[in-house]
């Protein structure tokens, strides 16, 4: 779906993310793109993800990285434009949250 300032209109492409939640999301302000990493699956059992995609305001692609961060849930992302760098940080993974799953770690990419 996209919101045009007053309304919601619903965006049909050819290919997207699967269903999903928790996942970590940031919009590319200099090239207006929206950046997606991992998140959790929506079917049982529950399975954290890794993927990439990015979505230019018509079209979602999947985009693979040469070192990505591990597969993951409930981090948080966020665009740098000092610096024209996606920041990812921190998540779960797992399927138990426990103190060995929460995560700390820090990755970027230039965008």
Known sequence: WEFDGSAWEP???RDSPSPRKYL??????ENQRVVLFGGQDTVSPLQDLGDTW??????????????????????????DDNRSRIVLFAGVRGPVFSENSRLADRWETAY
């Open 11 to 13: 965006v049909v492409t």
């Open 24 to 29: 970590g999301l940031a919009y590319a302000v």
């Open 54 to 79: 990015i979505f230019d305001g018509s079209e979602w692609l999947e985009v693979t990285l040469g070192k990505q961060p591990t597969a993951r849930r409930g981090h948080a992302m966020v665009y």
